[in-house]
């Protein structure tokens, strides 16, 4: 048993061990803000998904890829929900290689609503040696690869400032206060009024960072929504589900405990007449 209650423990340590060390590592507060997509009935705020692509066009996509996503995503439910018609007139903003056509040859042609969101650069070697030896990464499923998730996007984007006093940083190399390590080789990207948002939304560098981050979890996750309607309905099953069984076990018990009750009576009734014949006195007894 005791051999059994030690190998328990050690189980239950080594779960715990590396979670320990987790948490440890996230020291940092990150910045926070309320995010409308969270919680069990969290949806996507379209007009902030909306201006989110904008800040991704205009400021990331010159160094990121989001190579995952399609220009017809745009227009799909769920999403920044533009019309197909704006979504057809984003994709053709872009060329993209194609062929080979009748002669073999490659050809350069308008992106269109099945195409993927057109890379800044061919490779990862190219984008690496664009960037002074930094890889800019993939956004596809960096809000979801990072710890910290969104908040930690938010954060860096407004985490940039003036190093300590003595604090060496290389050329090209920038202090901010929550990428680990403090030192990043991406220049702050946004600054305040950095965009012009045609739906008239203030552009201050927070609200650019909320937006962004959004249109980023929206890339990484592109059916939450619909992930949340059906956790939802899986929700609603299981309490009706569990108030039939526990229904149905009320009554299939109820017949045990009447019947039981019923044992119990004709038990007492032997009881009685046994205790009301030792009581008399034999003799006497016919
Ligand atoms: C001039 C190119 C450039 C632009 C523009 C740019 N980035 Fe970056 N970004 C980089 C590079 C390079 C890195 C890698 C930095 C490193 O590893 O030190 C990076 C890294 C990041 C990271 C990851 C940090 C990590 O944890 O590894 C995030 C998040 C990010 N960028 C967000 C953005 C967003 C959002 C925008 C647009 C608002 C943007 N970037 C615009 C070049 C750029």
Do not use: C, H, W
């Given at each position: 048993m005791l051999v059994l209650l030690n190998r328990f423990f050690i189980v239950i340590l080594i779960f715990l061990v590396p979670f320990s060390v987790f948490s440890e590592e996230k020291k940092i507060d990150l910045l926070e803000t309320n995010w409308s997509f969270n919680g069990l009935f969290g949806t996507f705020d379209r007009a902030s998904l909306q201006r989110g692509y904008q800040v991704y066009q205009e400021v990331c996509s010159g160094c990121h890829s989001v190579q995952h996503l399609s220009y017809r995503n745009l227009s799909e439910k769920g999403g920044p929900e533009f019309?197909?018609?704006?979504?057809?007139?984003?994709?053709?903003?872009?060329?993209?290689?194609?062929?080979?056509?009748?002669?073999?040859?490659?050809?350069?042609?308008?992106?269109?609503?099945?195409?993927?969101?057109?890379?800044?650069?061919?490779?990862?070697?190219?984008?690496?040696?664009?960037?002074?030896?930094?890889?800019?990464?993939?956004?596809?499923?960096?809000?979801?690869?990072?710890?910290?998730?969104?908040?930690?996007?938010?954060?860096?984007?407004?985490?940039?400032?003036?190093?300590?006093i003595d604090y060496k940083l290389d050329d090209g190399v920038y202090y901010n206060k929550y990428m680990p390590g403090n030192k990043i080789k991406m220049s702050e990207p946004i600054s305040d009024g950095i965009v012009e948002y045609l739906d008239g939304t203030e552009t201050t560098k927070e609200q650019i960072a909320k937006d962004v981050s959004t249109f980023l979890v929206w890339a990484s996750e592109p059916h939450l929504e619909s992930q949340h309607r059906m956790g939802f309905k899986v929700i609603i099953y299981l309490i009706i589900l569990i108030t039939l069984v526990y229904m149905s076990k009320q009554k299939v018990w109820s017949q045990f405990v009447t019947k039981k009750n019923e044992e119990e009576e004709t038990f007492d009734k032997i009881e009685k007449v046994v205790t009301e014949y030792e009581g008399e006195d034999p003799k006497t007894f016919k």
């Open positions: 019309s197909i018609e704006e979504a057809k007139a984003f994709a053709s903003q872009f060329e993209i290689e194609d062929g080979p056509n009748s002669e073999g040859e490659m050809f350069l042609r308008n992106a269109k609503l099945s195409d993927k969101f057109v890379k800044p650069y061919p490779n990862i070697e190219a984008s690496t040696a664009a960037n002074g030896g930094a890889y800019p990464p993939d956004m596809s499923v960096l809000a979801k690869a990072r710890a910290g998730g969104v908040n930690y996007i938010y954060s860096l984007l407004l985490g940039y400032e003036e190093p300590p």
